[in-house]
């Protein structure tokens, strides 16, 4: 049997390079600036830069783990520089970990401001961040964010499945094919574009941040909000006659949409040239209303209680809780990686 490849470096630094297969997981934990990953073809995933002996790595069976300690650790033993040198030259400018992994892995990442940008990736993104921006490109497979305000900003060309939980960051999202949507912010704006899975039963939920959506193929849109305007100018979209939201199509897909003040609006398909997946679009603005639900047939029971709403993420959350320890430097970003792995643990096996 083939045994897996190693690029061996620095003692002490790790292996550069590490051949984890096409269903392997890449984790990544660091205080540097920003963090790319992209995609490509091989079994490979490689360290590109910067090829320093600070940059910490180990490699076992299918995973390979890139991590930079805090700045106090810094440099590694036998690097010729100085605890005071290094510090000064992280201060030089902005600092990128650059990475490459086989497309159809899985890659984790772990920071405490750091902008996140990955590309061309099919297996599956999990990113834990306090504050750092996180967009990712060309991707598909399992997407989970949980940033506490970074905005954030999904889009691929297939199947994708998106949970992302934010206190103050915007979301975006767009898919070719919306297999599962879970998007929930206080006061961040939300968008999410792409053809609906007939199997989707997803939901958005905002406390006062404006939703849109730009859904292609059938779906029942179940909305709530206490004081937020609904509408919708979707062309295929009718109303619902004994609830309050939009049925389009067979209405197979299944979407709850709630909020407290914030609008909620429904739009046609966008072109896939055209689609919109910027966190930083402009603020919504007043158009002509197909279907209005103000004007539309009034549903037979009164609007929902604000206590009967889906709740937006609250202070308790315990993985926003984390992110607001790390975005506040009471704690290190491996302790907040350690923390995090203990509650996913913890939730699977409730599970």
Do not use: C, Y
């Not at 060309?138 to 998106?162: E, H, M």
């Not at 006061?187 to 939901?203: H, I, M, N």
């Not at 993420?313 to 992110?323: G, K």
């Amino acid at each position: 049997m083939k045994e897996p490849r190693t690029i061996e470096r620095p003692a002490g630094s790790g292996p550069r390079a590490h051949e984890i297969g096409e269903h392997g997981t890449v984790v990544v934990s660091t205080t540097l600036d920003s963090i790319v990953v992209r995609g490509v073809a091989g079994p490979l995933a490689r360290l590109v830069a910067p090829d320093e002996p600070g940059i910490l790595t180990e490699a076992t069976p299918g995973r390979f783990v890139v991590r930079t300690p805090a700045a106090p650790d810094w440099p590694a033993a036998g690097s010729g520089r100085s605890w005071l040198e290094s510090v000064l030259s992280l201060g030089r400018g902005a600092r990128t970990i650059e990475l490459e992994m086989p497309r159809d892995a899985r890659l984790e990442v772990n920071t405490a401001s750091g902008a996140v940008h990955a590309s061309g990736i099919r297996g599956g993104i999990a990113v834990h961040t306090a504050s750092g921006d996180v967009t990712a490109e060309d991707v598909g497979g399992d997407l989970r964010v949980a940033t506490a305000s970074g905005r954030v900003s999904l889009a691929g060309p297939g199947r994708l499945a998106a949970t992302v939980r934010s206190v103050s960051g915007s979301v975006a999202v767009s898919a070719g094919l919306l297999a599962g949507l879970t998007l929930s912010t206080l006061s961040g704006r939300v968008e999410a574009a792409g053809v609906t899975d007939p199997a989707l039963d997803g939901s958005v939920s905002t406390a006062s941040g404006a939703v849109r959506l730009a859904l292609d193929g059938g779906a029942t849109v179940v909305v709530r909000t206490v004081s937020g305007r609904t509408r919708a100018t979707h062309p295929a979209a009718t109303a619902g006659s004994r609830w309050p939201g939009w049925v389009i199509g067979d209405g197979a897909a299944r979407l709850a949409v709630s909020t407290i003040s914030g609008s909620i609006h429904l739009e046609g398909p966008r072109p896939a040239a055209a689609a919109d997946t910027s966190a930083s679009a402009a603020p919504d603005t007043p158009r002509t209303s197909a279907h209005d639900t103000a004007g539309a047939q009034a549903p037979e029971s009164a609007p929902p209680a604000l206590t009967d709403l889906p709740q937006a993420p609250v202070a308790d959350d315990p993985t926003l809780e984390v992110l607001r320890a790390l975005e506040r430097g009471e704690i290190g970003v491996d302790e907040a990686a350690h923390r995090l792995e203990a509650r996913d643990e913890e939730s699977r096996s409730d599970a």
